[in-house]
């Protein structure tokens, strides 16, 4: 199935129905008054995230949603029926933007999450509510009120913890094959992945997490070269990035240089990427003698001067892949430590208020 991750749709919401003018008309009783009903609401425009669905490859075929009109108000005090809602499913981590105004206006991120796009319409009102005591039988009603209309740009972000970055033939599906049951297409020519993966790295109870791989970059993604920078909003809500590197190029080019290309594209893409952790895994050590591995590594990190945790892996060889993710497990560990220590001052305790406690 080809992956789709942005789409445009229609949302038109049902319009109120409308309110009756009707008289009661009963044997022996000459002035009935008005009895016209309100109509009915129109039915509203829900969005709701499916964790069973993982592109949004359907919008292609059906752009257009719309839900049904309000019924009218009928006599007798009769309401109009209101109209049924339209429920669209999404992919969790679809992100609703209005065309109109270029406004995010929701990010579904769980299962089941609902969200309403689009207001029906409210019911009119029948005669019964225009009876005064100088007007006992009013001929006006008003009409139903119509229903939102909206063009939205879906966009969908994949759930992530880690993304993998890089540039194209550095090896991320490959490590991304060797950490977890993941299987993308892995070949020797430039990009081999045209869409994203996501693969779930499990380290033993309770100890995971999930992985991105996207497409390659390289320079000039940001001006459309390759394929361009679309994909790198998947990785927009990871909490780390893996930065691969091929160590030993066949072409010979410069890795510190390649790695310097992917900074300048997360920088022209979104800034705060580049403020987020980042650690750089050297891959293909195989392809060099052992004894040369580990100075070739420091060369690079010394040139780049990179402060942030580095490692010297071969995915295809599964060397020292699983070390990383050991450390990625840490990484997130001592995050939800930090967290925790943040959430264990209660509002009433009395260190918070400057007062020594009573002993």
Not at 50 to 79: C, I, P, W
Request: glycine content about 12%.
């Amino acid at each position: 199935m080809k992956f789709v991750d942005e789409a445009n749709i229609k949302v038109q919401a049902g319009d109120g129905g409308n309110g009756c003018i009707s008289f009661r008309r009963e044997k022996f009783i000459p002035f009935g008054g008005p009895d016209g009903g309100d109509g009915g609401f129109g039915g509203s425009v829900w969005l709701v995230a499916d964790e069973g669905l993982n592109t949004l490859v359907d919008f292609r075929h059906q752009r257009s949603f719309k839900a049904k009109r309000g019924e009218n108000g009928m006599g007798s005090q009769m309401y109009g029926k209101g109209g049924e809602d339209t429920t669209i499913r999404v992919p969790v981590g679809t992100m609703i933007t209005n065309v109109d105004t270029d406004e995010v206006i929701g990010d579904l991120t769980a299962h089941g999450q609902r969200m309403l796009v689009a207001q029906g319409g409210k019911g009119g009102l029948g005669n019964i509510h225009f009876k005064t005591s100088v007007n006992r039988a009013p001929r006006k009603a008003t009409p139903g009120t119509p229903g939102e209309a909206r063009e939205l740009k879906l966009e969908l972000r994949l759930l992530a913890d880690v993304g993998l970055l890089g540039f194209p033939n550095a090896g991320k599906s490959t490590f991304i094959r060797a950490v977890s049951a993941a299987t993308p297409r892995v070949a020797d020519y430039p990009f081999t992945t045209l869409h994203p993966n996501l693969g779930v790295v499990s380290l033993g109870t309770d100890q995971s997490f999930v992985i991105a791989d996207i497409p390659g970059l390289i320079e000039g993604a940001s001006e459309g070269a390759g394929l361009g920078i679309q994909f790198l909003r998947h990785v927009a809500r990871t909490s780390l990035l893996l930065h691969i590197v091929d160590i030993a190029p066949i072409d010979g080019s410069d890795v510190a240089a390649q790695v310097r290309a992917i900074e300048q594209e997360l920088q022209k893409f979104n800034p705060e990427l580049l403020e987020r952790p980042r650690w750089l895994v050297l891959n293909k050590a195989d392809m060099l003698a052992e004894d040369e591995r580990q100075a070739v590594a420091e060369k690079i990190v010394a040139e780049l001067d990179w402060t942030q945790p580095w490692f010297l892996v071969s995915a295809i060889a599964r060397e020292n892949t699983m070390a990383v993710c050991q450390q990625v497990q840490r990484f997130f560990e001592s995050q939800r430590e930090a967290s925790v220590e943040r959430t264990d001052m209660l509002p009433n305790d009395v260190r918070l208020r400057g007062e020594e406690p009573q002993g």
